[in-house]
């Protein structure tokens, strides 16, 4: 399994991005009208197929996960239907160690092109390896977005601080979700 490589001076990165589109699309028909929209159907349940951009993830024998970037239009079909996701983009050296603090799947067996659902510091999420960028694509529901989304940003600092110049980790510390809805540690 290869790493990424990074200069030295390479921080982690969190982004929230903004005006992405998910849907999910059940049914039986679900596939042709992923088809008919143009997409290509993941073939594997729990695996996804990148193309243009747009992530299409099969998640249940008639069930997908569509996410496209703001420039797509609207998707439309028997049984779709959008969420309401936030979606975070983990990037720069070390990111699996951010994850080994807040997740039990060991990342280091992800392989880029991957997707999988785990929980992610207590919350639900479907995350995605992309092959492109080296980064960590993280989907959950948006009412979590407050919580995960700072309780990540806190793990990044952490560990951002404690990066040296080869861009390796010296220390980590571990959030607790509590001091992250109380305001700090005491």
Not at 1 to 24: A, C, I, K, N, R
Not at 49 to 75: F, T
Not at 109 to 121: F, I, K, R, T
Not at 125 to 147: N, R, T, V
Request: aromatic share 8%; glycine share 10%; with cysteine.
């Amino acid at each position: 399994m290869s790493t990424p490589v990074h200069e030295p001076g390479d921080f982690l990165q969190l982004s929230l991005l903004q005006g992405w589109q998910v849907y999910l699309l059940t049914g039986p028909r679900s596939q042709a009208d992923l088809i008919a929209a143009g997409l290509t159907p993941a073939q594997d349940l729990m695996s996804a197929v990148c193309q243009d951009g747009v992530l299409v993830a099969r998640s249940g024998r008639d069930e997908y996960m569509v996410i496209q970037p703001p420039h797509c239009p609207s998707l439309h079909g028997h049984w779709c239907f959008p969420r309401t996701e936030t979606l975070l983009r983990l990037s720069g050296p070390d990111w699996i160690e951010v994850m080994a603090q807040v997740c039990a799947y060991d990342f280091r067996q992800l392989q880029p092109g991957q997707w999988l659902m785990a929980q992610v510091g207590g919350v639900g999420c479907w995350l995605y390896y992309e092959a492109d960028s080296a980064a960590l694509l993280i989907g959950f529901d948006q009412s979590y977005q407050h919580y995960l989304h700072s309780t990540l940003q806190q793990v990044v600092a952490d560990l951002n601080a404690g990066l040296s110049p080869a861009g390796k980790t010296q220390s980590a510390a571990c959030v607790n979700p509590s001091d992250v809805l109380t305001g700090g540690a005491a």
